[in-house]
């Protein structure tokens, strides 16, 4: 499945984006879902997960409460909405899919990567 991820931009603390990932060549319900992020200097980390049995999601400590994840499978898309926005949020986020069952957290049982949108929170 080839994925395509946009939405992010500049944006001040306290503020909001919504990053969506469209996905194309493959049975969309059957992947599990997941973003991830990589701010400069730093390894890439878990951020969300939508699981492939439609319902099921999991969210990082650092974001819980604020971002929340979805998917349309009629559009064959994930979404990512970002709320109250720190400058610790900065980082390129991926979208990413699985063909994993359960709430699966680690990168490398993730098969297809999206390019990365660029998310900038100011201070």
């Known amino acids: 499945v080839q994925l395509l991820a946009s939405g992010g931009g500049l944006v001040q603390a306290g503020g909001y984006l919504r990053l969506s990932c469209a996905a194309s060549?493959?049975?969309?319900?059957?992947?599990?879902m997941g973003w991830f992020r990589q701010a400069a200097g730093k390894e890439r980390e878990f951020v969300a997960l939508?699981?492939?049995?439609?319902?099921?999601?999991s969210y990082a400590d650092s974001v819980k409460g604020r971002f929340t994840i979805s998917r349309d499978n009629t559009k064959n898309t994930v979404y990512l909405q970002m709320n109250s926005l720190k400058p610790e949020d900065t980082a390129v986020y991926y979208c990413?899919?699985?063909?994993?069952?359960?709430?699966?957290?680690?990168?490398?049982?993730?098969?297809?990567w999206g390019q990365g949108t660029l998310v900038t929170v100011s201070s």
């Open positions: 939508h699981a492939r049995n439609g319902w099921a999601t």
């Open positions: 990413a899919a699985t063909s994993a069952y359960g709430l699966v957290r680690d990168p490398s049982r993730f098969g297809s």
């Open positions: 060549g493959g049975t969309f319900s059957t992947y599990g």
